[in-house]
């Protein structure tokens, strides 16, 4: 995690996410995915112009409720909060500028 939330727990309760008031883009997917790793760089690019945006990767699969309380089927999801509140949300992000126009939310 990076940015300026508070320490949360390796995996955060939906509780936890909720209680975030700092703009926060929440990223689900697994260090294996070749999706997710093809958009580190690009996750990365368009963070580098938002250090007040925290950014809390959070490992998903079956069973684990966080990623089942946003209804995250494919990986990477990004969910971008404002206040612990959803205002945008990318599936396999293909590009720098979408995730660039969704950060612009918060």
Known sequence: MSGPNPAL????????????RA?????FGTDWCPHCQAAQPLIKGALAAHPQ?????????KGRPLGRSYTVKLWP??????????VARL????????IREALALL
């Open 23 to 27: 703009p926060t883009l929440l990223e």
């Open 77 to 86: 999801t990004l969910i971008f909060l404002r206040e612990g509140q959803e």
């Open 53 to 61: 945006v925290g950014h809390i990767k959070v490992e998903d699969g």
């Open 91 to 98: 599936v396999r992000p293909q590009s720098e500028s979408a």
């Open 9 to 20: 727990p390796a995996e955060p309760t939906r509780a936890d996410v909720d209680a975030l």
